[in-house]
């Protein structure tokens, strides 16, 4: 066991975001967490990250299991070539800060770009690279301390097809060098397809299905019938935004 949730509970004015939710992840899985916008499920990223305090409820990861996460465009800094903005959490991280000297910064993040199909690119900013190549540079980064859990925010959010299979392509090949525990919150059906080995449907906060990919997929839950075809019809209201 990586990561388990349990009975975790959020609550933003008086609205509970996340309603007394569980699932598991193990190692070298992959879940993906799907659901309408406003479903609960970038909260979900930042209570595991430990960037926002659940309101009850409780989340144990394996002991020592370095946490990563992407965020949906990428957030690297502009200011920062590619390579400080890798080796970044080496740098300033505490546990990590004086670690390792300037020649063995460099052969790590020139193996992260490695992995991540992006040599020798150390040198350039974010404003020189596209799209999908800034969020491989954000996988990069991500895993530059060997995480055991990677939390992905709508990875292929803004991309075209082509770019999206091949981020999808990455996310497993991560999983696998890492033997990581991953979560990834997404819309897209091909990420969950090709990317996850489980799912749970958000909505309203509660989990609406949890299972393998190929019964989300069969489509015999009214809730993930709605979600796989797009319906306005269904258990699952869409809310006005006007």
């Known amino acids: 066991m990586t990561i388990k949730v349990e009975n975790l509970t959020k609550i933003f004015n008086n609205k509970k975001v996340l309603d007394n939710i569980s699932f598991s992840v193990e190692d070298g899985e992959t879940l993906g967490v799907a659901g309408f916008s406003g479903s609960g499920k970038s909260t979900l990223l930042k209570i595991i990250s430990k960037l926002l305090e659940a309101d009850s409820g409780k989340i144990e990861t394996t002991k020592n299991s370095d946490i990563a996460m992407t ?76 995480p055991k859990i990677i939390l992905y925010d709508e990875p292929t959010a803004g991309l075209d097809p082509v770019s999206s299979t091949l981020i999808e392509d990455y996310i497993n090949q991560l999983k696998k060098e890492l033997n ?29 299905f949890k299972g393998g990919v190929q019964e989300f997929l069969q489509a015999s839950n009214p809730y993930t019938k709605q979600f796989i075809t797009a319906s306005l019809d269904g258990p699952m209201e869409i809310k006005s935004t006007t």
């Open 71 to 146: 965020f949906q465009y990428s957030a690297l800094f502009d200011f920062l070539d590619v390579y400080h903005n890798i080796a970044f959490p080496l740098l300033e991280r505490r546990e990590f800060r004086g670690k390792y000297n300037k020649q063995e910064l460099k052969k790590i993040v020139a193996q992260k770009l490695k992995i991540v199909g992006l040599e020798g690119i150390e040198n350039k900013f974010p404003s020189e690279l596209s799209g999908g190549m800034q969020k491989r540079v954000g996988f990069a980064r991500a895993i530059v301390t060997n």
């Open 180 to 208: 990581a525990s991953c979560i990834v919150v997404t819309h897209q059906m091909s990420t969950i397809t090709r990317a996850c080995d489980k799912v749970i449907l958000l909505y309203e906060g509660k989990i609406v």
